[in-house]
Nanobody, 120 residues
Framework: QVQLVESGGGLVQPGGSLRLSCAASGSIFRIYAMGWYRQAPGTQRELVAAITSGGTTNYADSVKGLFTISRDNAKNTVTLQMNSLKPEDTAVYYC??????????????WGQGTQVTVSS
């Protein structure tokens, strides 16, 4: 079993920055993609940013040039640096990984979510 623990959410003023981190633990075999999703009230969960094990990144158009995703394969962590935050970035942010094991094959795991609120 794999567990994901997120940290770094909170309240920030518009234009501010936050850094989200997610650490995977448990029976780790191989982690492929790692990513961050977000869900605001009344909306569907959407992809914010993702990164492959080789370092290829993908961003939602709304955060390109503002957010940066990175990962540490040795520590099984993924980080989302969020700059120039806007009120519309307010949401619960979820960490997600695609994990492979010989028993389960490729399986997706979610973190518990961390609240990000951008408000003055």
């Amino acid at each position: 079993q794999v567990q994901l623990v997120e940290s770094g959410g909170g309240l920030v003023q518009p234009g501010g920055s936050l850094r989200l981190s997610c650490a995977a633990s448990g029976s780790i075999f191989r982690i492929y993609a790692m990513g961050w999703y977000r869900q605001a009230p009344g909306t569907q969960r959407e992809l914010v940013a993702a990164i492959t094990s080789g370092g290829t990144t993908n961003y939602a158009d709304s955060v390109k040039g503002l957010f940066t995703i990175s990962r540490d394969n040795a520590k099984n962590t993924v980080t989302l640096q969020m700059n120039s935050l806007k009120p519309e970035d307010t949401a619960v942010y979820y960490c997600n990984i695609a994990h492979w094991s010989e028993i389960a094959g490729i399986k997706g795991y979610w973190g518990q979510g961390t609240q990000v609120t951008v408000s003055s």
